[in-house]
């Protein structure tokens, strides 16, 4: 598995979540109170960007007539057909034995971890043809 640093804690606050491609893979990062997931931006049902729905909680009922909200704003609900998913883990509430987001572990590390490495950096050859007029202003 290979670490990839996406931000400083602070630029993701609570009820944020940051849109990422990480080697070809659409995915967003999501800070719910304080704590951070990873969920592929592709729904399982149809392909549709899964992560740009809006964040709801889950309406759940112990008798009729009684409705009680939990989960608020821990559950993403597909833009396309309204399929809902569980930002924590994935699974899906529309049909949990086949669907499942793919999740990914997000953990907070403090700077002086990150800046340790190892990092690989990729190098680009240049090569000057000739001789350029440069200004100083």
């Not at 999740?103 to 490495?117: D, I, R």
Request: glycine share 10%; aromatic share 10%.
């Amino acid at each position: 598995m290979v670490r990839h640093v996406i931000a400083p804690v602070d630029e993701l606050p609570p009820g944020t979540r940051k849109f990422l491609d990480i080697d070809g893979r659409p995915i967003a990062i999501f800070n719910i109170k304080g704590e951070f997931f990873g969920l592929l931006n592709r729904c399982p049902h149809q392909g549709a960007a899964l992560c740009e729905g809006p964040l709801i909680g889950l309406a759940q009922s112990s008798s009729p007539g009684e409705i009680e909200y939990t989960k608020l704003g821990e559950i993403i609900r597909c833009p396309w057909h309204g399929w809902e998913f569980d930002i924590r883990t994935g699974q899906s509430y529309c049909d949990p034995k086949r669907f499942r987001a793919r999740a990914y572990p997000v953990n907070v590390e403090p700077g002086s971890a990150v800046v340790k490495g190892p990092y690989v950096a990729e190098t680009i050859a240049v090569s000057v043809e000739s001789d350029y007029v440069v200004v100083d202003l």
